[in-house]
T-cell receptor
Framework: DAKTTQPTSMDCAEGRAANLPCNHS???????VYWYRQIHSQGPQYIIH???NNETNEMASLIITEDRKSSTLILPHATLRDTAVYYC???????????????FGKGTLLTVNP | NAGVTQTPKFRILKIGQSMTLQCAQD?????MYWYRQDPGMGLKLIYY???????DKGEVPNGYNVSRSTTEDFPLRLELAAPSQTSVYFC??????????????FGPGTRLLVL
């Protein structure tokens, strides 16, 4: 799986959009970009994923650059409950391969301030 | 659906004791995983299973054993607890989508302290 680079920490004001960047310059054509988050002391929570098109769901939007070498997770209206570590993970689609695990790096600690 | 459930939430073990961490899912997922997370670190895969009766080692399997007799349950066994096994253990499950992306769903975790 391609390596990802994320800032160690970010701050955001409550009610504002939080934009979390991720670099994955070695991504391959069949690799997806996943975002998970982990609120303190809880299990990781899936947020969103995409291959090359921008994606949106009830939690967030994912913007992937045209060359797919970077992406941005957008939380449109951050709340205090969004304070968490956010992980960007690049992972090959399962095509009979053996790479089943999710490789979690250190992620970005997003702190939403009142 | 309850999703992925884990018991116990917290346990203290003495060195050399054994215990089983329980994990169950009610989403009819074929794939299940055990991860451990040490303080300030990312998750590391211990064991995984692609279906009942099939298990395989992950990155850090030493000191652990697993079994998968049913689709729903995937217990993790520690035979001789060591201080190095002090960690938070997460179970996860997913449904294989034949070459397409898939999402793993995680349980709330079990905190284990070995003294």
């Amino acid at each position: 799986d391609a390596k990802t680079t994320q800032p160690t920490s970010m701050d955001c004001a409550e009610g504002r959009a939080a934009n979390l960047p991720c670099n994955h310059s070695t991504i391959s054509g069949n690799e997806y970009v996943y975002w998970y988050r982990q609120i303190h002391s809880q299990g990781p929570q899936y947020i969103i994923h995409g291959l090359k098109n921008n994606e949106t769901n009830e939690m967030a939007s994912l913007i992937i650059t045209e060359d797919r070498k970077s992406s941005t997770l957008i939380l449109p209206h951050a709340t205090l409950r969004d304070t968490a570590v956010y992980y960007c993970i690049v992972r090959v689609a399962r095509s009979g391969g053996s790479n089943y695990k999710l490789t979690f790096g250190k992620g970005t600690l997003l702190t939403v301030n009142p | 659906n309850a999703g992925v459930t884990q018991t116990p939430k917290f346990r203290i073990l003495k060195i050399g004791q054994s215990m089983t961490l329980q994990c169950a899912q009610d989403m009819n997922h074929n794939y299940m995983y055990w991860y451990r997370q040490d303080p300030g670190m990312g998750l590391k895969l211990i064991y995984y299973s692609v279906g009942a009766g099939i298990t395989d080692k992950g990155e850090v399997p030493n000191g652990y054993n697993v079994s998968r007799s049913t689709t729903e349950d995937f217990p993790l066994r520690l035979e001789l607890a060591a201080p190095s096994q002090t960690s938070v253990y997460f179970c996860a499950s997913s449904y294989p989508r034949g070459g397409k992306s898939e999402t793993q769903y995680f349980g709330p975790g079990t905190r284990l302290l070995v003294l």
